[in-house]
């Protein structure tokens, strides 16, 4: 059974920074990519960053120059530092890996999620 745990939500006053933390725990072989996605109210979810096994990253649009996305393959953990964050950064945030499992193989796997509110 694989598990991916996330923390670090909260609510922030517009331009403040939080960090959003994702652990991978269970039978894993390995972790090919770890990212962030987030769905606003009314709203597609959608790719926030993401990251492979060798460091590469991916950004969305919206984000870029202020969010940063960081990993520890020794860890399994991924970690979103958002800084100057916006009230349209408003929403619940979700960590997703694409990972080999020692037990089903290669698949997606996503965190329960985690509520970030940007509000004066």
């Known amino acids: 059974q694989v598990q991916l745990v996330e923390s670090g939500g909260g609510l922030v006053q517009p331009g403040g920074s939080l960090r959003l933390s994702c652990a991978a725990s269970g039978s894993i072989f390995s972790i090919y990519t770890m990212g962030w996605y987030r769905q606003a109210p009314g709203k597609q979810r959608e790719l926030v960053a993401a990251?492979?096994?060798?460091?590469?990253?991916n950004y969305a649009d919206s984000v870029k120059g202020r969010f940063t996305i960081s990993r520890d393959n020794a860890k399994n953990t991924v970690v979103l530092q958002m800084n100057s964050l916006k009230p349209e950064d408003t929403a619940v945030y979700y960590c997703k890996s694409r990972l080999r499992s020692v037990v089903a193989g290669t698949s997606d796997y996503w965190g329960q999620g985690t509520q970030v509110t940007v509000s004066s």
């Open positions: 990251i492979t096994s060798g460091g590469s990253t």
